[in-house]
């Protein structure tokens, strides 16, 4: 057998299920519906002679820029933010050079920093999984190159505030800070009106949760020209389709489903934090469209009940400081009457009882 680079054998695999998610799906922070049904009239729009061209990204990258009150050399489209992060490791990291994140947080952050010959450095949140601002800052070396910070954060839906945002752009000039703000519309707070006026800064967004573009696979990253240079030289130049490139300007366009959606899913947000109360189960305030809440040790059986009942949910008891957890992710207030009832019986079947 050939073996693999040294760093790629240090790596544990990550292996979300890649088939079979059938019911109510509230385990990966998906928009629950549908994207807005002016993307699907623009699907249908393309032609065969459409596909037989390699994708045109410029005048959609310019489109973003637009709406986001950039310019469009401040705009890097890219295969879903996962694509971004992976570009992100290989224009800043050398070998010997620190990728540093808070935990528990975002898997891909450790798995594209681990396969470079890099190190990943990570900083553990406390119990409440507030962003832990002076750890951090501790940890930064002349050796740290790359600062990833998700706000709202995955799988918590803490946030990081802008003054802490700053004081660590201020702090590592030395390095690229990615703010990662995927569930920005839950959310609603932003820095991208930073982009470009501080050196070091980077904010990605994604089409895939609001957007409910998650299968087209398109994110963004915001940041100076003077980055976008070496980023441009890393990426693959047709790593956006042309399906998702021809969709993009659609889903930009209306303003009103999105709007519909993001106030569905933070009405249903509120209610299932007190229903979840009511049922007596510990969880974290989220700004994202799930929540966090504490099981204990029936998480697996829980889950595997859930799943009985049609609700596909996600344990993250192996992320740190997570022990006992499960994510469940906000759809409408009906697919979150649905999640509530069979949480109720799920718990009653499991026996569930605090226990710490
Ligand atoms: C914090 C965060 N960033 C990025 C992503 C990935 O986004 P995309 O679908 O655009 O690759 C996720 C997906 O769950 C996420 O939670």
Not at 28 to 52: G, Q, Y
Not at 200 to 209: D, E, G, M, Q, Y
Not at 325 to 343: F, P, S, Y
Request: glycine content about 6%.
């Amino acid at each position: 057998m050939v073996k693999p680079r040294q760093a790629v054998q240090r790596m544990q695999a990550y292996h979300p299920p890649l088939s079979g998610r059938n019911g109510l799906r509230l385990d990966f922070n998906e928009n629950t519906v549908a994207c807005s049904p002016r993307v699907v009239e623009a699907l249908a729009k393309i032609a065969a002679a459409d596909l037989s061209r390699y994708p045109e990204r410029a005048q959609v990258e310019a489109k973003v820029a637009q709406h986001l009150s950039l310019k469009p050399e401040q705009v890097l489209l890219t295969n879903g933010v996962d694509e971004a992060i992976h570009v992100l490791c290989q224009t800043y990291l050398d070998q010997g050079d620190e990728f540093l994140f808070p935990t528990p947080t975002y898997s891909m952050y450790e798995v594209y920093g681990t396969a470079t010959d890099g190190v990943v450095k990570t900083v553990p949140s406390q119990a409440d999984f507030c962003f832990p601002l002076e750890p951090l800052l501790q940890a930064i070396t002349p050796r740290t190159r790359l600062i990833a910070i998700a706000s709202p954060n995955s799988p918590t839906g803490t946030v990081a505030t802008r003054e802490q945002i700053l004081t660590v752009v201020e702090r590592a000039p030395h390095a690229a800070v990615l703010v990662d703000e995927a569930y920005y519309h839950f959310y609603g707070q932003t820095v991208m009106d930073l982009v470009g006026k501080l050196p070091n800064l980077i904010v990605a967004r994604t089409f895939s949760k609001a957007y409910g573009l998650a299968g087209l696979r398109l994110g963004m990253l915001a940041a100076p020209e003077s980055m976008h240079q070496w980023m441009r030289t890393v990426i693959s130049p047709y790593s956006v389709n042309s399906l998702a490139l021809a969709c993009l300007p659609a889903a930009l366009d209306d303003g009103e489903y999105l709007s519909w959606y993001v106030g569905e899913v933070k009405a249903a947000r509120s209610e299932m934090a007190d229903a979840i109360r009511q049922l007596g189960v510990p969880q974290w305030p989220s700004q994202a469209n799930f929540i966090l809440v504490k099981i204990g040790p029936l998480h697996r059986d829980f889950v595997r009940a859930m799943h009985e009942r049609g609700v596909l949910t996600r344990d993250r008891s192996n992320d740190q400081g997570c022990n006992g957890c499960v994510r469940l992710t906000i759809g409408t207030r009906q697919q979150m009457k649905q999640a509530v009832t069979a949480m109720a019986e799920t718990l009653k079947e499991i026996r569930w009882e605090k226990t710490w």
